[in-house]
């Protein structure tokens, strides 16, 4: 079965960390750009940052830059997103998902998505 699924969401503190798991089953991820997105409570889903097959990557919101670092492992299939220094605002639940070519913020640009995991800050 073709899946991405995603883990390690959870509760934590301000200012603590969490690493998120991204694993992709029935394919290869060699090949693929991977993005991670988040969608707070009554907001809309957001992308935030990509790593292409190449391990480059980008950021498309600058709230994260610095806190998170995004990298794969592709012998296991897996992305992974490396989160410090989390604040309350970074409450939401996160979704990884290929892309169809390059990396984008853009949801239209990816087509198989997880089911996504929780991550909520609070003290």
């Known amino acids: 079965q073709i899946q991405l699924v995603e883990s390690g969401g959870g509760l934590v503190q301000p200012g603590g960390s969490l690493r998120l798991s991204c694993v992709a089953s029935g394919f290869s991820t060699n090949y693929y750009a991977i993005g991670w997105f988040r969608q707070a409570p009554g907001k809309e889903r957001e992308g935030f940052v990509c790593i292409s097959s190449t391990e480059d990557v980008e950021y498309y919101t600058d709230s994260v830059k610095g806190r998170f670092t995004i990298s794969r492992n592709n012998a296991v299939n897996t992305v992974y997103l490396q989160m410090n220094g989390l604040k309350p605002e970074d409450t939401a639940v996160y979704y990884c998902?290929?892309?169809?070519?390059?990396?984008?913020?853009?949801?239209?640009?990816?087509?198989?998505w997880g089911r996504g995991t929780q991550v909520t800050v609070s003290s």
């Open positions: 998902a290929t892309a169809r070519s390059y990396c984008s913020g853009k949801i239209r640009d990816y087509d198989l």
